[in-house]
């Protein structure tokens, strides 16, 4: 617990240097984080053998975190079939799937963080995102671990419980209202009411993307991603949780603003 603790300060202070900094700085540093969690996912899934599908998927990440325009996807659908034509022998269809689905769906997932950022106040918005999922993570990792008793889902996650989502939850609505304070002390008109119903559901739905990212690892038997950071593992295990929230956020932003 220590380390643990110890590795996410430094994360902390890491995450609160770059979004405090220009929007280009955000953009490096999603497109870089992006990359690194397309490439544990390729090493989970056994897809690292294959050299030209491992860099096709992680410099495809890096382009399409920032900029998201589909054409990127047309061109990697085309990239992989010709790769897989003329390589059917050595590489099946099964691992050209599982490079291309990773491929897409983590810099998808994480280009929404750019996306709120570019938003109006989006510099204040996008902290929405980090305060929700990291101390749904936090609140359900110390509230499971002190009076956890029933299992949420042994077979994915053995010691994630029910009491812990519960802390979870709370975890989300005291970070935005205490993120809600902070926009009002810096002058901002906040509406505590949206900030609550989005912290509720995007607790859940970080809690949700979670899971998702275990059911990967517990199908090849992998217990983290990577050991990137001492205590939490790779960035897909920091940063499953954040993925899953930010296009929620995103999108629940516009039907219900909080500043």
Not at 115 to 124: K, P, T, V
Not at 212 to 231: E, F, H, L, T, W
Request: net charge positive; glycine share 8%.
């Amino acid at each position: 617990m220590k380390q643990r603790i110890i590795t996410g300060t430094v994360c902390a202070l890491v995450l609160i240097a770059v979004l405090l900094s220009p929007k280009i700085v955000l953009e490096i540093g999603v497109s870089l984080v992006a990359a690194l969690s397309v490439y544990e996912v390729l090493k989970v899934t056994d897809v690292l053998k294959y050299k030209f599908l491992t860099v096709a998927s992680v410099l495809f990440s890096l382009v399409f975190t920032c900029f998201g325009q589909m054409i990127f996807v047309y061109f990697l659908i085309i990239l992989l079939f010709a790769y897989f034509m003329f390589n059917k022998k050595q590489v099946k269809f099964e691992e050209i799937s599982k490079a291309f689905f990773t491929a897409v769906f983590v810099p998808l997932l994480y280009g929404h963080l750019i996306a709120i950022r570019d938003m109006r106040e989006g510099q204040l918005l996008i902290w929405t995102v980090f305060v929700i999922s990291l101390l749904t993570d936090t609140f359900a990792y110390f509230t499971g671990c002190f009076i956890g008793k029933h299992k949420l889902a042994p077979v994915l996650s053995p010691k994630k419980t029910v009491e812990g989502a519960i802390g979870g939850l709370f975890g989300g609505v005291i970070g935005m209202v205490a993120l809600c304070g902070i926009f009002g002390y810096m002058g901002q008109t906040p509406n505590y009411f949206n900030a609550v119903i989005i912290a509720v559901i995007c607790s859940a739905i970080s809690q949700f993307g979670d899971l998702c990212a275990s059911a990967i690892k517990r199908q090849y038997g992998v217990k983290d991603y990577g050991n990137i950071m001492p205590g939490h593992g790779g960035m897909m295990d920091r940063f499953d949780g954040v993925i899953f929230t930010a296009p929620a956020v995103c999108y629940l932003l516009l039907i219900l603003p909080i500043i």
